[in-house]
């Protein structure tokens, strides 16, 4: 027997970064909101956040996604005040500006050209540091001798991704929302008035609004709203080592030292098909030896945890959004930059889910990019 409903303004599906982060926007806008989540069985990505609030390479041939990512940068700092309040610790968030270092060469040589094709594209601010130029940046970093070079956007840097999520669950609480762990959601009916959301355990609520920002379990439920939105598992890597003494003073892709003085390693990009977010010890010696090739002291660093996890990938890496044309009300959203894209979701994609308008600038972030020819409606 179905248990007892309840009745919301919006109900988000799927409680990791991007759901927690429109959730409380949400909230923080007045509406009463549900957070339905699967609980710590889920394959969540939030677990395995490099921690980037990052702008280099974000939307090369999709400018769309380059704005979006520097409208969320621009946001970032009062986001961060917001929520090391909230989480009652600092986020950790620093923006002095973040690296892509070069070994040798022809790395050199391929990052200028990407940076060359996205400065055509409009996007500025990147530029190429050469070795001298790396060392008066960062004066004492005991950079490898096959640094030769690296790739520096000032507006890029780095937080603590634990810490934001735990400032969004604080914020959702203090703002009355309902968090309901434990069962994954099985079905989606639309009514007169909204939807009606099933879930696994027998429960159910009712809510005029629903955005699915389910991960890897995105696919099924967009599809019982009339969206196609296809996403794959890739895999990724990291490395934590023993607190040390500050060594890298700018995060790098791949490679930061953070607040509390680790240094963190990553990241790999395994896009095998599985859905095991598992370790494998000839990736993470492959980063550990990049990591000590760029600061050769890192060789002489403890390990104390590695741990594997899954992006929610679409088929072109971008991010998508959308409204159902077919149940207006019933929102999509999926991206695997989570972090770097916390303070537009919580700013101006919750308002316009409150408002029932997504803005304008994500049109080209529409699903629609996809084959809808497969997907398919609720049932009533």
Not at 33 to 53: Q, S, T
Not at 87 to 115: I, N, P, T
Not at 370 to 377: I, L, M, N, S, T
Request: proline residues 6%; contains cysteine.
């Amino acid at each position: 027997m179905m248990q007892q409903t309840d009745r919301y303004d919006v109900a988000v599906l799927g409680g990791g970064m991007l759901g927690s982060a429109i959730a409380y926007g949400c909230a923080a806008g007045g509406a009463r909101v549900a957070v339905l989540d699967e609980g710590d069985v889920a394959l969540r990505a939030a677990r395995g956040n490099f921690g980037l609030v990052w702008s280099q390479g974000k939307g090369d041939s999709m400018p769309a996604y380059a704005a979006w990512t520097r409208r969320s940068l621009a946001g970032w700092s009062d986001l961060a005040e917001r929520m090391s309040g909230l989480a009652g610790r600092d986020v950790g968030y620093r923006a002095a500006g973040g690296l892509v270092f070069c070994l040798g060469e022809a790395e050199l040589s391929a990052r200028r050209e990407q940076v060359l094709r996205q400065h055509n594209q409009g996007f500025d601010g990147v530029r190429i540091l050469d070795r001298q130029a790396l060392r008066d940046l960062m004066p004492g970093c005991p950079l490898g001798p096959e640094v030769i070079g690296a790739s520096f956007q000032p507006a890029d840097g780095h937080a603590d991704p634990l810490t934001l999520l735990r400032g969004f669950k604080a914020g959702l609480l203090a703002a009355g929302a309902a968090m309901l762990n434990g069962a994954p959601v099985t079905r989606i009916i639309a009514e007169d008035q909204g939807f009606c959301i099933q879930r696994a355990d027998g429960s159910a609520i009712h809510a005029r609004r629903i955005v699915v920002a389910s991960g890897l379990g995105t696919p099924a439920l967009a599809a019982q709203i009339g969206l196609n939105v296809p996403v794959r598992p890739v895999r990724g890597q990291n490395i934590v080592t023993e607190r040390l003494a500050p060594i890298l003073p700018l995060p790098a892709s791949a490679l930061r030292q953070t607040t509390n003085g680790t240094i963190q390693i990553g990241v790999t990009s395994e896009d095998d098909g599985s859905y095991a977010p598992i370790t494998r010890a000839e990736n993470l010696a492959t980063m550990a030896a990049r990591a000590i090739r760029v600061i050769p002291a890192l060789a002489r660093a403890n390990i104390v945890r590695t741990w594997g996890a899954l992006r929610p990938m679409t088929p072109d890496g971008f991010p998508a959004y959308a409204e159902s044309a077919v149940y207006p009300g019933a929102f999509v959203a999926v991206c695997h930059s989570a972090v770097t894209l916390a303070a537009v979701h919580a700013g101006p994609l919750a308002a316009g889910i409150l408002a029932g308008r997504l803005p304008d600038e994500l049109a080209p972030l529409h699903p629609r990019r996809f084959d809808e020819k497969d997907a398919h409606v609720p049932a009533h």
